[in-house]
């Protein structure tokens, strides 16, 4: 309500102004007629620029406008700020920053400030039009500096509902070289969640930067006095902000067990709930025609049989009757379908819901809160949403919930301790339309750890990226923690492993050259550093630095009289590592290429040596003291990053599936029912039957085709006798994401024996899925018949059957029933068609040689 009066009462000034401005451009159009006609878009700009306007109305109607702007980065010299407040972010904006703030009043006698003159908040159009403002005073003396006076100019770069954004531009050109640099500082101010008292809180952040006008010598050194003014200054303005408001404290708002205590853990679903779900005029008016309905059959007796009635058989007995009887029926179809979505969203819970970390290391713990103003492909504007969280190759799911545009979730999804920390934490919400759909995305976001604080990471919104995100202005609430619950060990055991690979002792660094590795790249205090080297980076010039190695990223620091360049990247970021010869260029020393992935590093790309056909950053690095051991280790940290499941674990997981591998209990129905299959692919091919056969043999061409068919960590076991001519095996995967957003695990059992009828074989197959939503109600089984064919019997001929038998119940059974059946034909010909190739490929070479 105060919004809509706030922007109410701007329409009206805005009308009023300019009602008021056509009758003096009346006049003065009588008065002189020529001064019209000079008048010019300039002219107007600044007009525009100079006329001043009411605080409040000025920041609801840039809330209200289009050209919203995102919340800017912290500026690169650091954070002089970092409180959270008892105050909501409105207010503390109005405290801040409205005219005649007492605030900025008492501060400034603090300080010893004098002179201070505060401009009016006026429009700035250009690009993104934005709020802005001019204030001058004189800064009092200090032990180095005498008294100067200083400018700021103060402009508005976000304002969206409870978030501001302000960018400060100092000058204080009286200063010793004053005019070759201007100070930058960036309030922002969010909010941080509600207290339990019901109090809203707010989070201030402050951090500076400096813009260099001019090249100078004495760069190093205005810089180290601009920080150390900068804190003192900052240090009164924090003691003075908290007279005023109450500080929480930040390490309880970051703390994990104390967040997520207040989360709604008790059961959202009551009477008062389903009173609102049902609370509509389709259940309200189907009941009273049914009531109404009741009623008139009560009050009326029973009748003799008329027209083409019968004893046990009323007919309408006009089309009144008839329509109102098919109005009835409509009515309580669709009732049913709201209590079936009603009953399904009380009760489906996501496979990964109350599931535990498992062993030592790093823990990533995610509080799916809620979502805000999600998209839909559907008529009703409402959705199935569920989240897939992705983070070093786990994947863990929430729960469905049914027709909702804000879905709320409070679930908690736990990852396997990781023997480094996570980069990255891919997240997308999508639509649910079966099992093995990927294509209704209702957006994705990813979240970088190297990006954020932990108090940032304990209560943030994410803007959904993608075409439908964005329509709709999509957002995702997480509380998100990353935990090492095995201390200095996991680091330990970190380094022993890449030892092996790297073939040199590395050493555990000190906490002082960690933190100052940390402060170098602005990292989070869990980054630990690795190894540094001496190299130069090549790019029109080389340029000599240090590269530092880290279990996440890879970064160069020069510092070329006072010019520094500062960069990093992450491991996952890196498509391909090349070794050049050595050139004269070079100096005679091998070239080191990094290619990082198409869209990725962009931060980095001052850096880079070229940006290839692909649009891909090339690195180029050179004459490091020891080549062969820097191109080692950078080569043994990149594949630890990019294979996190390594050969060992792969192998455990095998073995644990097999000795846990359960035939399904009606799978002997399932191979010996035909009734039930639908003919999804037939072909014949000029390839012999038993070289056909050999997708089933679990040979070299066997484990190539279903790779590149989506099929991860596949493993078969080998064909064992049940029953005279009746052979059997076991076979287990994992889908990619490109096949299942699931990336569910399968496991399947096969029976092959000979067809008497066609001197061809039959292999029956059984498939159990893992990790998707609806897994337990279903499986599916699939029959192949492969026979000879041709004259000379030179060829084969296909058949496959799909089936699927439901074990369950589901609301959802015929979406996932053609899901399937859709999908599962797509794959079986394009499985088909590579094994034709393969076999037609290695023919020809074996008729060459």
């Not at 309500?1 to 003096?24: C, Q, S």
């Not at 049902?278 to 189907?286: I, M, R």
């Not at 990725?600 to 040596?609: E, F, L, S, Y």
């Not at 067809?755 to 990790?771: C, P, Q, S």
Request: charged share 25%.
């Amino acid at each position: 309500m105060g919004d809509t009066k706030r922007l109410l009462k701007v329409i009206a000034n805005r009308l009023d102004r300019i009602f008021n401005k056509k009758d003096g451009s009346s006049s003065k159009a009588e008065d002189s007629p020529e001064t019209s006609t000079i008048l010019s878009d300039s002219e107007d700009f600044v007009e525009s620029l100079s006329s001043p306007c009411s605080f409040e109305e000025a920041i609801a109607l840039m809330e209200s406008g289009d050209n919203k702007q995102e919340m800017p980065d912290n500026l690169p010299g650091g954070v002089l700020v970092d409180q959270v407040y008892v105050v909501s972010p409105y207010d503390l904006n109005a405290f801040l920053f409205a005219p005649n703030s007492q605030f900025r009043k008492d501060l400034a006698e603090l300080q010893g400030t004098t002179n201070m003159q505060e401009g009016p908040w006026t429009w700035k159009h250009g690009d993104t039009s934005c709020l802005m403002r001019v204030v001058s005073y004189t800064k009092a003396a200090s032990k180095l500096v005498k008294a100067v006076n200083a400018t700021e100019e103060q402009s508005y770069v976000r304002v969206s509902k409870d978030e501001f954004a302000v960018l400060v531009s100092v000058s204080t050109p009286e200063v010793p070289y004053g005019s070759t640099f201007r100070v930058e500082l960036l309030y922002k101010i969010m909010p941080s969640g509600e207290l339990s008292s019901g109090e809203k809180s707010s989070h201030l952040v402050v951090s500076w930067g400096m813009m260099f006008l001019q090249s100078t010598m004495m760069k190093g050194m205005i810089e180290g006095g601009t920080r150390q003014g900068l804190k003192e200054s900052f240090d009164q303005f924090s003691d003075l902000l908290a007279r005023n408001f109450k500080v929480l404290d930040l390490a309880d708002l970051s703390d994990k067990e104390h967040v997520l205590a207040t989360l709604q853990t008790e059961d959202p679903w009551n009477w008062w709930t389903a009173i609102k779900y049902f609370s509509n005029f389709t259940v309200v008016s189907t009941l009273f025609m049914l009531l109404y309905v009741l009623l008139h059959i009560s009050r009326c007796s029973p009748r003799e049989p008329r027209g083409l009635e019968f004893k046990g058989l009323e007919l309408p007995d006009s089309f009144g009757e008839l329509v109102t009887s098919a109005i009835l029926i409509i009515q309580l179809h669709r009732v049913y379908n709201m209590v079936v979505h009603f009953v399904q969203a009380r009760f489906q819970m996501g496979t990964d819901h109350g599931l535990k970390a498992n062993g030592d290391g790093w823990v990533v713990t995610v509080a799916l809160i809620e979502a805000v103003d999600l998209a839909s492909l559907e008529s009703t504007g409402l959705s199935d949403p569920y989240v897939i969280l992705t983070c070093n190759g786990q994947t863990r799911s929430s729960s469905v919930k049914l027709q909702t545009s804000d879905p709320q979730w409070n679930e908690i999804l736990e990852f396997d301790a990781m023997e480094e920390p996570p980069s990255v934490l891919d997240v997308e919400v999508f639509d649910f339309d079966g099992p093995f759909d990927q294509d209704v995305s209702l957006g994705r976001a990813e979240i970088n750890f190297l990006k954020h604080t932990s108090t940032e990471l304990a209560d943030m919104w994410i803007v959904l990226e993608g075409k439908l995100a964005k329509s709709a202005q999509s957002k995702l609430h997480l509380r998100i923690f990353l935990d090492n619950n095995k201390g200095v060990e996991t680091i330990k055991e970190y380094l022993e492993k890449m030892e092996k690979e790297v073939g040199r002792k590395l050493n555990l660094q000190s906490p002082q050259r960690n933190s100052t590795f940390q402060k170098l790249f602005g990292l989070p205090p869990e980054e630990f550093l690795i190894k540094e080297f001496t190299c130069y980076l090549k790019r029109k010039m080389p340029l000599q630095g240090r590269m530092f190695l880290s279990a996440r990223i890879l970064g160069f620091y020069a510092n070329l009289f006072g010019h520094k360049t500062k960069f990093f990247f992450l491991w996952e970021d890196i498509e391909d590592i090349q070794v050049h010869p050595p050139t004269w260029a070079s100096v005679g020393s091998p070239i080191l290429v990094i290619i990082l992935r198409k869209g990725r590093g962009i931060d980095a790309r001052h850096g880079a040596k070229s940006i290839d056909e692909e649009g891909r950053l090339r690195f180029h690095f050179q004459s490091f003291a020891s080549f062969g051991v820097a191109s080692r280790t950078i080569r043994a940290l990149w594949r630890a990053r990019t294979l996190p499941y390594q050969k060992e674990q792969v192998m455990e997981e095998h073995e644990e599936q097999e000795e846990g591998f359960v035939i399904p209990e009606d799978s002997e129905y399932v191979m010996d029912n035909e009734g039930k299959r639908s003919k999804i692919y037939s072909a014949e091919f000029p390839i012999k039957m038993r070289s056909m056969m050999g997708i089933f043999d679990g040979g070299s061409l066997e484990h190539r085709i279903m790779q590149r068919a989506g099929c991860m960590n596949y493993e078969t076991t080998s064909w064992e006798p049940i029953k005279p001519d009746v052979f059997e095996r076991r076979v287990s995967y994992r889908f990619n994401r490109q096949m299942s957003v699931f990336g569910g695990d399968v496991t399947c059992t096969q029976q092959k024996f000979p067809n008497a009828d066609t001197g061809g074989w039959i292999v029956n197959e059984v498939m159990t899925l893992h990790g998707v939503p609806f897994a337990d109600h279903f499986h599916i089984n699939f029959r192949y018949e492969i026979e000879k064919c041709g004259i000379d019997e030179s060829g084969c001929k296909c058949d496959i059957y799909i089936g699927i038998v439901w074990l369950k119940s589901s609301d959802f059974q015929q979406r996932i029933d053609r899901n399937i059946s859709t999908k599962f034909t797509i794959r079986v010909k394009e499985i088909f068609e590579q094994v034709q190739k393969e076999i037609l490929l290695m023919s020809q070479n074996f008729n060459g040689h």
